[in-house]
């Protein structure tokens, strides 16, 4: 299976499974207003590579 980790929280989530808060981001004004928003933040790209 080949997905992202935002698409994994996604689908634990609806599980009910408790995953941490996050939120998709595609700039640098947009990191700014998600961390306005949960708080203190980690910032991740997130490709598919297939390995850890």
Known sequence: MRIFE????????RFGLSVPKG?????ADEAA?????IGPV???AQILSGKR
């Open 6 to 13: 935002y698409m994994g929280k996604e689908l634990l989530n």
């Open 23 to 27: 939120k998709v981001v595609s700039c």
């Open 33 to 37: 207003l998600a961390a306005a928003e």
């Open 42 to 44: 980690v910032i991740k």
